[in-house]
């Protein structure tokens, strides 16, 4: 649990420092890291029971969920919490191994590698278009207080 | 009671409304700044048709490409008017998206005249973004960040930083200015992948995957591939399909620079790695 805690923390620090890369403006930088900290907490605590994309696909809902409420509380458009809070998310792992093994000649495990990232970058996609369907004046009633 | 309130309107518009060019080049202004800076299709045209129906335009009408904006203004009533804007695609600055949007918002209220919207959008495209030093220093933390993230332990990290701020200062002076996107993105994954591996040859850090990953993060195309899907997601598939594939070519550009680093370190390295 307390690795969890760490990571969250990385994550939140990571989507922050990003945010900064995409200038966002400084009074979202809380909520961005939030939001990408959330998205990773789901998907660690998905990741025990789900395969890695069925629990990239839940985090990314998660994730874009939050950043369309931050998005009515902040006035702003959603892109500029989505785009950061997506990041921990990203299979960068699997675009490292399938670089590697196409390298070494390990074609069967290049294969293998590749189509476990290409499912995650899947996963993610679906997460955005179904949260995408959902109408604005849902996140609306979330946003008033 | 009619015929008065038709009078009025007419007084009125002839009074206030502005002339169709005016606010075209500014509903355009509006699109170029949201476009350049990485908004969405629908966006743009959400905000170019707003600003039109604001200023009483009805005949506006934009046709907006991942890397251009075509509007047409014309009918029985209102003047002929017609612009094509290439925009080519730089860096995402959230920073001016967020402020076109607020403008948008505060137009509804009533605030602006077309020409203070207007001069408000200039401001706006010019607005400077996060110095190049605050932007160097929040890649090599981010790397740091995602290198432990994804299993890293504390050396690999303070590698991942090192290299995320040489990585930055690549991306901001010599791939940007100098270099095109494709041979842009090959180098950076190379010269990420020659870093870790000279530190990691010389006995600092424990895992080379989980520093290269962490440093690498800050070329991954999040805004283009976050962009390409929602602009699918709203069927605009022209300019979706281009922002996919421009993601793609990152993807397999940074892979390629891993590729042929990693086949350089094997060469120099002893074998070390591979």
């Keep these: 649990m307390t690795a969890v805690i760490f990571e969250v923390l990385y994550a939140v620090v990571g989507t922050v420092a990003f945010s900064l890369l995409f200038s966002v403006p400084r009074r979202y930088y809380v909520s961005c890291g939030l939001i990408g900290g959330a998205g990773w907490l789901v998907y660690s605590l998905l990741e025990v029971k789900l395969p890695p994309e069925g629990a990239a696909l839940f985090a990314t809902m998660v ?83 | 009671m009619a015929a008065e309130n038709e009078l009025e309107l007419k007084n009125k518009s002839s009074v206030e409304k502005p002339g169709e060019n005016e606010v075209m080049e500014t509903a355009l202004l509006a699109g170029h700044i949201l476009l350049e800076n990485g908004a969405e299709i629908s966006r743009v045209e959400e905000t170019f048709d ?97 290198c432990l993230l994804f299993g890293g332990d504390i050396h690999d990290a303070a590698a991942a930083f090192a290299v995320g701020l040489v990585l930055y200062i690549y991306i901001l002076y010599v791939s940007a200015p100098h270099l095109t996107k494709i041979v842009g ?15 990691y040859l010389n006995g600092f850090g424990s895992r080379m995957d989980y520093m290269i990953i962490g440093s690498v993060m800050p070329m991954i195309p999040g805004v283009a591939f976050t962009n390409g899907i929602m602009d699918i997601a709203s069927c605009d598939y022209i300019a979706g399909s281009v922002r996919l594939l421009d993601a793609m070519l990152v993807f397999f550009g940074i892979a390629i620079g891993m590729g042929m680093a990693f086949t350089l370190l094997n060469a120099f390295g002893g074998g070390a790695l591979l």
């Design chain 1, 63 to 145: 994730v874009i969920a939050l950043s369309r409420i931050a998005a009515v509380k902040g006035k702003c458009p959603a892109t500029i919490f989505m785009i950061p809070g997506i990041f921990p998310l990203i299979p960068g792992a699997g675009v490292y191994w399938t670089s590697y093994y196409i390298v070494t000649e390990q074609l069967t495990l290049a294969l293998q590698t590749g189509y476990e990232a290409v499912k995650t970058a899947v996963a993610i996609v679906l997460g955005i278009f179904f949260v995408f369907e959902v109408p604005q004046r849902v996140f609306k009633l979330f946003g008033k207080d």
């Design chain 2, 50 to 146: 707003r600003i039109c129906a604001h200023y009483g335009v009805r005949s506006g009408n934009a046709f907006v490409l991942s890397n251009g904006i075509f509007t047409t203004v014309g009918d029985d009533r209102e003047r002929y008017y017609a612009k094509v804007q290439h925009i080519p695609v730089s860096a995402a600055r959230f920073h001016r998206v967020a402020a076109v949007n607020q403008l948008s918002r505060e137009m509804e209220t009533g605030k602006y005249t077309v020409g203070e919207l207007r001069e408000a959008l200039e401001r706006v495209k010019t607005m400077p973004g996060k110095r190049n030093i605050t932007q160097i220093a929040a890649s090599g933390i981010g790397s740091a960040a995602f």
């Design chain 2, 185 to 199: 993105n090959i180098g950076g994954g190379a010269l990420v992948t020659l870093l870790c591996g000279v530190f």
